[in-house]
């Protein structure tokens, strides 16, 4: 399966173009070129909606003394080196940051964009990749492709809502808090409601630092979440869902909530 499509050179000749989920062309020639220090995305998971296009940080270092035409680029890739799919709608590379230049050692920094909206994109694109580090054409043909050994996830973008309430409610009282965790479905490029997902209800109290987990919540059939707590004192309450292998984790916004002791002074009419 070939979905490549060169469209341009970019950046000083470093960086060249593709579309879609792109394969590597069968019998390239390898050897002579070493990739080090290769860092995608910081390690961290690669969390992709249905519309935004998403950039992609990276950074390696090269090391040959061959002349090549087009820059070195790093990406995610599955399948064989030697016919591969790839995940990019484009890469920018920089010029070489020359560390060495009689050993023909320098460090690059790279962005790669991925476009959900992309034909070629769709669900089954989520779940663990691998790194691969690439020449694409050296002077004379040819071109070098290496596995870096470095898995990376890719998953689908979550999104969680929040309501609390009463806003104001007499300490010991019900608070009821409700939302709903949804997930990106590349395939309609909607939010689709996310089920039976295991979601911490999250409470700071005012003038706290961070947030507490008070209890887990299982999402209903269509995403809904729904569960009651004691008020106890003033403070904020959200939703956080911590993710899995294919989908991002994410927290809700807050919602605050005033709880008071119901203890009012009553001023006699004169």
């Known amino acids: 399966m070939t979905k490549t499509m060169w469209n ?6 470093a960086a060249a173009l593709f579309v879609g989920v792109a394969a590597v062309p069968a019998g390239a020639a390898e050897g002579g070129v070493s990739f080090s220090r290769v860092s995608l995305n910081a390690g961290k998971p ?15 270092r090269m090391t040959t003394t ?22 990019q709608s484009a890469i920018i590379t920089s010029d070489c940051h020359v560390v ?9 920094e790279e962005w790669v964009y991925i476009d959900p909206r992309n034909l070629d994109f769709g669900n089954e694109d989520a779940g663990t990749w691998r790194t691969a580090a690439r020449i694409a054409i050296l ?12 898995p990376v996830q890719v998953q689908r973008a979550t999104r969680v809502t929040v309501n609390a309430a009463p806003e104001s409610v007499v300490k010991g009282r019900t608070i009821t808090v409700t939302g709903k965790v949804t ?53 904020t309450w959200r939703w956080k869902y911590y993710g899995n292998d294919t989908s991002g984790a994410k927290a809700s916004t807050g919602d605050h909530v005033i709880v008071w002791s119901g203890v009012r002074v009553m001023h006699a009419a004169r």
């Open 139 to 150: 002077v004379g043909g040819g071109s070098d492709i290496d596995d870096m050994n470095i």
């Open 66 to 87: 061959l002349k090549y035409e087009y820059g070195p680029t790093v990406f995610p890739y599955r399948g064989k080196l030697d016919n591969t799919e790839t995940l």
């Open 46 to 60: 690669i969390v992709i909606g249905v519309q935004e296009e998403v950039e992609v940080h990276a950074t390696f």
């Open 8 to 13: 341009a050179v970019v950046a000083a000749g």
């Open 183 to 235: 997930r990106a479905n590349w395939d309609t490029h909607t939010y689709q409601g996310y089920a039976g997902r295991t979601v911490s209800l999250q409470f700071k109290a005012d003038g706290a630092s961070s947030y507490t987990t008070v209890k887990k919540v299982t999402s209903g059939s269509t995403g809904s979440l729904n569960t009651t707590v004691t008020a106890a004192k003033s403070g």
């Open 100 to 108: 060495d230049k009689a050993k023909g050692i320098c460090d690059f």
